[in-house]
């Protein structure tokens, strides 16, 4: 069982900034990738950010430039912060991790979710 605790979420004024932090704890084996996605209401979830172990980052187009995600590998977190923010960042954020075991395939965690609400 993995768990991942994620926290700064919160309401902030269109073109300010805030961060995102998941910690993951329990029984990992390996963490090849880790993630941001985000659901809005009425849309689908999307990936915003991931990050492999080896540092490798992929990001959804239209946080390219404002939003960097990093993790540490020694402390099992992965943190996103989010500049310039819009109204259309608006949604519920969630930490995905994927945990690779040898013996068992790869498991894929999720987060509760945290929400980000951008509006004046």
């Known amino acids: 069982q993995v768990q991942l605790v994620e926290s700064g979420g919160g309401l902030v004024q269109p073109g300010g900034s805030l961060r995102l932090s998941c910690a993951a704890s329990?029984?990992?084996?390996?963490?090849?990738?880790m993630a941001w996605y985000r659901q809005a209401p009425g849309k689908p979830r999307e990936l915003v950010a991931s990050i492999t172990g080896g540092g490798r980052t992929n990001y959804v187009d239209s946080v390219k430039g404002r939003f960097t995600i990093s993790r540490d590998n020694a402390k099992n977190t992965v943190s996103l912060q989010m500049n310039s923010l819009t109204p259309e960042d608006t949604a519920v954020y969630y930490c995905?991790?994927?945990?690779?075991?040898?013996?068992?395939?790869?498991?894929?965690?999720w987060g509760q979710g945290t929400q980000v609400s951008v509006s004046s």
């Open positions: 329990g029984t990992i084996f390996s963490i090849i990738r």
């Open positions: 995905n991790v994927d945990n690779y075991s040898t013996n068992r395939g790869t498991y894929h965690h």
